[in-house]
Structures are given as C-alpha cells and as structure tokens.
C-alpha cells in the first residue's frame, strides 16, 4: 500500500471509514461482519481507520475499540468530537447535536477513550464547527488534550479556509476532512491550498460521492432511515439527471482498466500527495475493490475527461439540503 502523511503519522494513501458499518446508510451490519471489514482492512494495509462519536451514537467506537484493540500499534485511529447523540429529551432517545464548548469536548474525549479502549486518539477532530463558540476556543480544548496526552494531533472537519488559518493561529492542525469527490469540487475553491500551504493533511471522505460513483441505483428503495434520503442529489429529479452521466462514467473507466469505484479514488490520490481518501463500506469485497485503486494509473487525457463529464457545472442538486449546508463552514461555488 502507497503511504501518505499527516502530521507525524505515515498511514496508507487510501484510509478506511468506520462510519457505514453502523450508521447512516440503513441498517447496521452485524457485530461479525463489521469485524471481518475492519480486520481485513488490516490486512490488506490499511493503517489509517476513522470513526467518530456520531457514528451509532458510540456503537462505531466501540466496535472499533473491541475489534481493534488487540492490534493497536498497527495503525492510527482517528476519532471525532463535536456532534454527537444526546438525550435531550429524556426519553432514551438520543438525537444528534452539535456542541463544541470546551467542557463538552473533554467529556466527549474521555466517552471515546473508554469505548474505544485506549489512552490516546492519534487525531480527534471537531466533527463540526459549533458556529456559536469560537474556533478557537474549541480548538483550544482540543490543545489542552494534546498537552494532557489523550490526543496526539487535532483535525477539523468540513470548514473554510478562512476558519482553517483561525484555528491553526491556535494549534497546528493535522488534517482538514471534508467531502470530496468528482462531484463535490468545493475543496477546490480554496481548502486544498490552505491545507497546502499550512502542511495540513485533506482527507477526503465520501470519495466514491456516497455510492453514486458505484453505479446505478434505485434511490426509490433507500432505507428509510438512510441519509442520502434527505439529501437533494438523491430525490428522483436530480437522481434521473444526475444518473445520465453514468454511462460515459463507466466507459472511461473500462478504458483505464479498472471500476468505477477505483476510478474515483485514483482520480483523487492524483489530485495531490496531501490527500487521502477515506472510502466507507459493509463489504469485504467492496473493500478490497476500492483499495485496488491505489495501484491504478490515469492518464493526463482520462483525468481531463473524467472532470470535464462530472463537476459542479454538470452534477444536478447542491451537496447537502437547507440544514445541513447551514451546519458546515465550507465553500461553495
């Protein structure tokens, strides 16, 4: 497996993300075969695994806690804080929320060390950027737990490059996460550079754009409690204009001898040395066909290609609906 860097670590140049295996898209997988993904993730090379607080509500941490904690010196665990499920109501139920005040960050630490079984988290992210406290007050927090030893680096995750310079005028940040794909061409705008320029890792998460990049689906037959329901590239409309691409998306990538999938994720590990994709998914065999595309080559003529069929000019529907672009921070064209 290629490697890449963030801050001091030397992890794989295609990570995993733990997410799929227990939230968001349908129903969780079962405890076997989320530890058959994770374990022969492993395996297979990958040395960079990212979970979250979110993901579950704490089922995703600790599934990773419990599956990986025997090989832990074998990869670097990425972790999130910021946005996670809460019972406000009482009720048992917990609903998501976004809080990056200090004291909620170091509780939100000290949660996932416990179900994550470990004394240290290699990168903890903001999961979100609480807009009603200061970067750099939650930024801060997060420094004071690198200086305490339960972090070892601090990321963010879907901000500008503007809120990027803010918090690394208070601590150096590792990496920056935010979608990134063929058809989510944001970090273009000005992130990359940012994250250039400051020796900032970018990690890309939903790089195969949240299936779409697969192949064909019928978003009729979602889940009901799957996220991309409520996200407008996958109502019917957009999903009918957006589906018309797929064709010469699937030629281009026969042509450059490998999936769709891999063309995805080799368009990405091309875009730059500082990026690094994060690929999710419940399937062994899915796995291991996204990690083949660190072996893919494309050529100048197919990446012109590639970019010039999917971008923000020919994709149908914005990212994310009024909500969720009002919780992020980042760029938009």
């Known amino acids: 497996m290629l490697t890449r860097r963030i801050a001091n670590f030397e992890v794989s140049a295609i990570g995993l993300g733990c997410m799929n295996l227990s939230h968001a898209y349908g129903a969780p997988v079962s405890p076997e075969q989320g530890e058959r993904v994770l374990l022969t993730a492993l395996d297979a090379g990958v040395t960079l695994f990212d979970t979250a607080a979110l993901y579950g509500f704490g089922a ?31 009720d ?15 509780q939100t630490c000290e949660d996932s060390l416990r179900r994550l079984q470990t004394d240290v988290i ?14 750099e007050d939650s930024v801060g927090a997060l420094a004071d737990l690198v200086r305490a030893g339960k972090i070892r680096s601090i990321g963010l ?5 503007a809120t990027l310079r803010r918090a690394a005028a208070v ?3 590792a990496a920056l996460q935010t979608e990134y794909s063929l058809w989510t061409r944001n970090p273009e705008i000005a992130v990359l550079d940012a994250c250039r320029e400051l020796g900032t890792a970018f990690v890309a998460f939903s790089p195969v754009a949240r299936g779409f990049l697969c192949g064909p689906m019928d978003v009729n037959a979602l889940d009901a409690k799957d996220i991309r329901r409520a ?5 019917p409309d957009h999903y009918a204009a957006n589906a018309r691409l797929l064709p010469a998306y699937q030629a281009l990538a026969a042509e450059a001898g490998c999936t769709p ?30 990690l083949g595309a660190a072996k893919v080559q494309l050529s100048a003529d197919v990446v012109a290609r590639v970019e010039a069929l999917i971008n923000q000019q020919t994709v149908s529907g914005p990212r994310y609906n009024p909500q969720g672009t009002g ?3 980042t760029e938009s064209f």
């Open 157 to 161: 995750s879907e901000v500008s490059a």
């Open 261 to 290: 999938a891999q063309l995805a994720i080799a368009w990405l590990l091309q875009r730059g040395e500082h990026i690094i994709p994060i690929p999710g998914t419940t399937s062994v065999d899915h796995l291991l066909e996204d």
């Open 231 to 235: 996200m407008p590239r996958f109502s």
């Open 171 to 173: 601590h150096p940040i």
């Open 122 to 135: 290699d990168l903890y992210y903001l999961h979100r950027w609480d807009q009603r406290v200061p970067i």
């Open 60 to 90: 995703n941490e600790t599934l990773v806690g419990r599956v990986m904690k025997p090989h832990r010196h074998r990869f670097t665990l990425a972790s999130k804080c910021g946005m996670q499920g809460v019972d406000v109501n009482g």
């Open 92 to 106: 048992g139920k917990p609903v998501r929320v976004i809080d990056g005040r200090p004291e909620t960050l170091r």
């Open 327 to 329: 919780e992020v921070d």
